[in-house]
């Protein structure tokens, strides 16, 4: 059976350190040893953006690992273009391939703004030079390349090993465990090799030892015997004595302990061969052939203690291993030593650094990251068609041009806003139901001077009867929701409210409630203030009140505000202005044609609740 299995490269320094950490700490957790290994480490360096997807696979086994690409910008021409320069590539990722498909995305006019594609890598490191046209922002460039191209990409993580001969799907931990038991056996399996030769090696020189002790006779009858099977037999068959072996089988060892003889046997030797019961020594076919082969000049005073201290050494080194195979600690001790001498000779250099650098605060591309920050002339009509054109297609004329048709409108209809806001800046659009919802200037379909629009109704979730009657750009100082400014809201039977603007800074699809109105009532204005304007209402009975913004407190969302105006009986708030300073005037038109300017000044402010003519 075939079984799929693609584990990412690590980091050997921090794979050292965790096993370290579990062999100290069976007991860990994988969050623990996340701590320690906090992500892959690929050889061709790159971002990991995002941590997410790399913790579900520590903790299942299964993840996502999304890769980038390492870029920065550089100005080129003089500082009148700019051009992106990839550094490092996402791991497996074909550079070849990844020029060709960026070649691609631009002749087919997916990705906008890239002049010239040129791979300027060396010896000294890889260095991608993507140039951009003039006037193009390099960040929306950028986001638009990791999107269509494996400048992002990503590796699935799916960590199956053969665990005891079958496949399992491991977690982080898993594969920790796994390995150090690897290692646990094979230091055990190694100890036990070396402790077959030792034994072999120890039981060779105990042989030398005995005819050291005993050199006269030994001499003797291998002159004696007519051939070496003969002399191989007579030291065979007899009994030798040699104090030093003696003492060493039955010594008393480093922990107190008696010596075990049985310990230092070599695998398969006959019980009737080595120490004997009465003390006595039997020379083994082995030893008995090692004597027969040694040559004269071992038989020296000097060479008789090497072999001497030998044997002291094996019998040393059998008795350090046996004790080894006896406690499993020793085990983990030689494991974590081992381990430290690989990453002192490894890891402490150049290479053994981390080379792919963990984005933690990263986040999925959104379509607005894809947009270039664009100033647009929004039109808003009277009858509720919104569009949204560049600010590029008008251009300035002298004194006497005709100007530009800046929409088309149907009969009864007209321009009621025309504003100018960045595409990435957000419109409040409020309802004549006192609710409120945002919609961002690049989600405004774009159209021609030619053209219309769309009817904004058509944006929301409105319900009947409720129609978009103020949209507020939020540009410059209002963009990022500042708590210390104010939408002030006013109602056609006189009330008014004011509430900090941070309160309006999460969006929701179905919108939320701006202002709380009274059976009959509807939302009739709103504007932005920073807290030290006046504010002006106007009834449709030809009256108008001036006062301080300050004369009404700040308040919920869900409030319904005070009275601002006094009006008659049949009368309601048709209009309201927010004044600037006082060298600003109104103009004033009724519904029979006629219109007048009035300096504000003229306006004399009042308490709210009040009226003037």
Same mark, same amino acid.
């Given at each position: @059976?075939?079984?799929?299995?693609?584990?990412?490269?690590?980091?050997?320094?921090?794979? @050292?350190?965790?096993?370290?950490?579990?062999?100290?700490?069976?007991?860990?957790?994988?969050?623990?040893?996340? #701590?320690?290994?906090?992500?892959?480490?690929?050889?061709?360096?790159?971002?990991?953006?995002?941590?997410?997807?790399?913790?579900?696979?520590?903790?299942?086994?299964?993840?996502?690992?999304?890769?980038?690409?390492?870029?920065?910008?550089?100005?080129?021409?003089?500082?009148?273009?700019?051009?992106?320069?990839?550094?490092?590539?996402?791991?497996? @990722?074909?550079?070849?391939?990844?020029?060709?498909?960026?070649?691609?995305?631009?002749? #087919?006019?997916?990705? #906008?703004?890239?002049?010239?594609?040129?791979?300027? $890598?060396?010896? $000294?490191?890889?260095?991608?030079?993507?140039?951009?046209?003039?006037?193009? @922002?390099?960040?929306?460039?950028?986001?638009?390349? !990791?999107?269509?191209?494996?400048?992002?990409?990503?590796?699935?993580?799916? *960590?199956?090993?053969?665990?005891?001969?079958?496949?399992?799907?491991?977690?982080?931990?898993?594969?920790?465990?796994?390995?150090?038991?690897?290692?646990?056996?094979?230091?055990?399996?190694?100890?036990?090799? #070396?402790?077959?030769?030792?034994?072999? %090696?120890?039981?060779?020189?105990?042989?030398?030892?005995?005819? =050291?002790?005993?050199?006269?006779?030994?001499?003797?009858?291998?002159?004696?015997?007519?051939?070496?099977?003969?002399?191989?037999?007579?030291?065979?068959?007899?009994?030798?004595?040699?104090?030093?072996?003696?003492?060493?089988?039955? %010594?008393?060892?480093?922990?107190?302990?008696?010596?075990?003889?049985?310990?230092?046997?070599?695998?398969? =030797?006959?019980?009737?061969?080595?120490?004997?019961?009465?003390?006595?020594?039997?020379?083994?076919?082995?030893?008995?052939?090692?004597?027969?082969?040694?040559?004269?000049?071992?038989?020296?005073?000097?060479?008789?203690?090497?072999?001497?201290?030998? !044997?002291?050494?094996?019998? $040393?080194?059998? +008795?350090?291993?046996?004790?080894?195979?006896?406690?499993?600690? /020793?085990?983990?001790?030689?494991?974590?030593?081992?381990?430290?001498?690989?990453?002192?000779?490894?890891?402490?250099?150049?290479?053994?650094? /981390?080379?792919?650098?963990?984005?933690?605060?990263?986040?999925?591309?959104?379509?607005?990251?894809?947009?270039?920050?664009?100033?647009?002339?929004?039109?808003?009509?009277?009858?509720? !068609?919104?569009?949204?054109?560049?600010? $590029?297609?008008?251009?300035?004329?002298? /004194?006497?041009?005709?100007?530009?048709?800046?929409?088309?409108?149907? +009969?009864?209809?007209?321009?009621?806003?025309?504003?100018?806001?960045?595409?990435?800046?957000? =419109?409040?659009?409020?309802?004549?139901?006192?609710?409120?919802?945002?919609?961002?200037?690049?989600?405004?379909?774009?159209?021609?001077?030619?053209? /219309?629009? %769309?009817?904004?109704?058509?944006?929301?979730?409105?319900?009947?009867? +409720?129609?978009?009657?103020?949209?507020?750009?939020?540009?410059?100082?209002?963009?990022?929701?500042?708590?210390?400014?104010?939408?002030?809201?006013?109602?056609?039977?006189?009330?008014?409210?004011?509430?900090?603007?941070?309160?309006?800074?999460?969006?929701?699809?179905?919108?939320?409630?701006?202002?709380?109105?009274?059976?009959?009532?509807?939302?009739?204005?709103?504007?932005?203030?920073?807290?030290?304007?006046?504010?002006?209402?106007?009834?449709?009975?030809?009256?108008?009140?001036?006062?301080?913004?300050?004369?009404?407190?700040?308040?919920?969302?869900?409030?319904?505000?005070?009275?601002?105006?006094?009006?008659?009986?049949?009368?309601?708030?048709?209009? *309201?202005?927010?004044?600037?300073?006082?060298?600003?005037?109104?103009?004033?038109?009724?519904?029979?044609?006629?219109?007048?300017?009035?300096?504000?000044?003229?306006?004399?402010?009042?308490?709210?609740?009040?009226?003037?003519?």
């Amino acid at each position: @059976v075939g079984m799929a299995t693609n584990i990412p490269p690590h980091n050997l320094n921090e794979v @050292v350190d965790a096993c370290l950490h579990l062999l100290q700490t069976p007991q860990a957790t994988i969050d623990e040893l996340m #701590e320690i290994i906090p992500a892959p480490d690929f050889p061709t360096a790159g971002i990991i953006y995002g941590i997410n997807g790399v913790k579900e696979g520590y903790r299942t086994g299964r993840g996502r690992v999304v890769m980038r690409a390492k870029c920065h910008f550089e100005d080129i021409d003089r500082g009148q273009r700019q051009a992106i320069i990839v550094d490092e590539l996402p791991y497996q @990722v074909n550079k070849k391939t990844l020029q060709e498909r960026m070649a691609e995305l631009v002749h #087919e006019k997916k990705i #906008e703004g890239i002049s010239h594609i040129q791979d300027e $890598s060396d010896k $000294s490191g890889m260095r991608l030079v993507i140039e951009l046209k003039r006037g193009e @922002v390099p960040e929306v460039v950028l986001n638009n390349l !990791y999107k269509l191209t494996q400048l992002q990409d990503t590796f699935g993580m799916n *960590m199956v090993a053969l665990v005891d001969g079958q496949p399992k799907l491991c977690n982080l931990k898993d594969l920790v465990e796994v390995f150090l038991q690897h290692r646990r056996e094979v230091v055990t399996r190694r100890t036990v090799y #070396e402790l077959r030769k030792a034994r072999e %090696r120890g039981h060779v020189l105990e042989g030398l030892a005995v005819a =050291l002790a005993n050199i006269d006779d030994f001499i003797a009858i291998i002159r004696n015997a007519p051939t070496p099977p003969v002399a191989k037999a007579e030291l065979m068959t007899r009994n030798w004595d040699s104090k030093l072996v003696r003492e060493m089988l039955t %010594r008393t060892r480093t922990d107190g302990g008696v010596v075990n003889a049985d310990d230092y046997r070599p695998d398969g =030797l006959e019980r009737e061969f080595g120490m004997q019961a009465d003390g006595l020594y039997r020379l083994s076919e082995t030893q008995a052939q090692e004597i027969l082969q040694m040559r004269l000049q071992r038989l020296t005073g000097l060479e008789q203690d090497k072999i001497v201290a030998e !044997y002291k050494d094996v019998m $040393s080194v059998i +008795e350090d291993l046996l004790d080894i195979l006896s406690k499993p600690e /020793r085990v983990s001790a030689i494991i974590g030593d081992e381990l430290k001498q690989i990453k002192a000779e490894f890891g402490q250099s150049k290479v053994g650094a /981390r080379r792919s650098t963990v984005e933690y605060s990263a986040q999925d591309l959104s379509t607005e990251d894809l947009i270039t920050p664009t100033d647009m002339v929004v039109t808003l009509s009277h009858t509720g !068609y919104i569009k949204s054109q560049p600010l $590029s297609e008008y251009r300035s004329q002298k /004194r006497g041009g005709r100007g530009k048709q800046a929409t088309a409108t149907k +009969e009864d209809d007209w321009i009621d806003q025309l504003f100018i806001a960045n595409t990435h800046d957000y =419109l409040l659009c409020f309802s004549n139901r006192g609710r409120l919802y945002w919609l961002k200037v690049w989600e405004v379909p774009a159209g021609s001077r030619g053209s /219309r629009g %769309r009817p904004i109704v058509n944006m929301f979730p409105l319900q009947d009867g +409720e129609k978009i009657n103020v949209v507020l750009p939020l540009t410059g100082e209002y963009r990022s929701f500042p708590a210390d400014h104010y939408v002030f809201m006013s109602t056609s039977m006189g009330t008014v409210k004011k509430t900090a603007l941070d309160e309006f800074s999460n969006p929701r699809k179905a919108g939320i409630i701006a202002v709380g109105l009274d059976e009959g009532d509807f939302l009739i204005g709103a504007a932005l203030t920073d807290g030290k304007h006046d504010v002006m209402l106007f009834s449709d009975g030809g009256k108008a009140v001036r006062f301080d913004e300050n004369d009404v407190r700040p308040m919920g969302r869900n409030a319904r505000g005070v009275k601002g105006m006094t009006l008659e009986e049949g009368q309601s708030v048709i209009a *309201m202005l927010v004044a600037e300073d006082e060298s600003q005037s109104v103009l004033t038109a009724t519904e029979n044609g006629y219109g007048k300017r009035t300096s504000i000044v003229e306006y004399t402010r009042h308490g709210r609740g009040t009226k003037t003519r």
